[in-house]
């Protein structure tokens, strides 16, 4: 399980687009925030993804690039994807592999933990947010986290 000192491995992943592509590719040398969510098209999961969506502009300004993850298939990511146009790209992920490598999976087939883990262009893990009920503190958190780590 991934803490606030280690780095993530730079896994290759499938995007809901279809392309294939590393951690590192989606960081692009910038802040990579990486939000875990349980299922697609669910209330609290789509509110959690919207939110991020919302803030686009706010997470732009600190130099950080957003992506989602789910155990969704990419098919499922891709019509998740296109239903709340999302600027961001969606990491299927329905072995686990990803979020086992960020800490976030459960054990068995259960969806992985809601987590949101900001990490630099480096892939290490720099900031962790952690709540199953609350949609908006995911990205509102890692926003101030960037914001007061850039004024620093």
């Not at 891709?78 to 329905?94: T, Y």
């Amino acid at each position: 399980m991934a803490t606030t000192t280690d780095r993530i491995p730079d896994l290759t992943v499938e995007l809901d687009d279809g392309r294939t592509t590393t951690l590192s590719d989606l960081a692009g040398g910038e802040h990579l925030v990486v939000f875990f969510y349980p299922k697609a098209f669910t209330g609290g999961c789509t509110a959690q993804a919207c939110h991020f969506r919302d803030l686009g502009a706010e997470f732009a300004e600190v130099a950080a690039r957003r992506v989602g993850v789910s155990r969704d298939d990419r098919d499922t990511q891709a019509r998740f994807s296109a239903e709340h146009r999302f600027d961001f790209p969606l990491i299927a992920d329905p072995d686990g592999t990803v979020a086992r490598a960020f800490g976030a999976k459960r054990p068995g087939p259960i969806p992985s933990k809601r987590q949101t883990i900001v990490v630099d262009g480096d892939l290490h893990v720099l900031h962790r947010i952690s709540s199953e009920t609350n949609m908006d503190v995911h990205a509102d958190d890692a926003l101030a986290f960037l914001k007061d780590r850039k004024a620093g």
